[in-house]
Nanobody, 116 residues
Framework: QVQLEESGGGLVQAGGSLRLSCTASGISYSINAMGWYRQVPGKQRELVATITADGATNYADSVKGRFAISRDFARNTVVLQGNSLKPEDTAVYYC??????????WGQGTQVTVSS
């Protein structure tokens, strides 16, 4: 049974930093990619950043230059480091796991609130 354990998040002041970590367990296939999405009430879940097994990254325009994603797939882990946070970064952040086979998996989400 695949499980994703997310950590980090919480309340951060504008201009501050956050570090989100996600570790997968119970996987039977190699990892193609992991990443983070976020969602605010009334809006669709949106991409924040993803990283592939080869290290290729993809960022939302809104976080480019402020957020950095890294991975240690030997430990089934992805980390999102965010700097210069803005109130509009407030959202529930979800970890995504894409394996070499089967459907993608989502974490339960972790709340990030940026106060102005």
């Amino acid at each position: 049974q695949v499980q994703l354990e997310e950590s980090g998040g919480g309340l951060v002041q504008a201009g501050g930093s956050l570090r989100l970590s996600c570790t997968a367990s119970g996987i039977s296939y190699s990892i193609n990619a992991m990443g983070w999405y976020r969602q605010v009430p009334g809006k669709q879940r949106e991409l924040v950043a993803t990283i592939t097994a080869d290290g290729a990254t993809n960022y939302a325009d809104s976080v480019k230059g402020r957020f950095a994603i890294s991975r240690d797939f030997a430990r089934n882990t992805v980390v999102l480091q965010g700097n210069s946070l803005k109130p509009e970064d407030t959202a529930v952040y979800y970890c995504l796991l894409a394996l070499a086979a089967g459907r993608p998996y989502w974490g339960q989400g972790t709340q990030v609130t940026v106060s102005s």
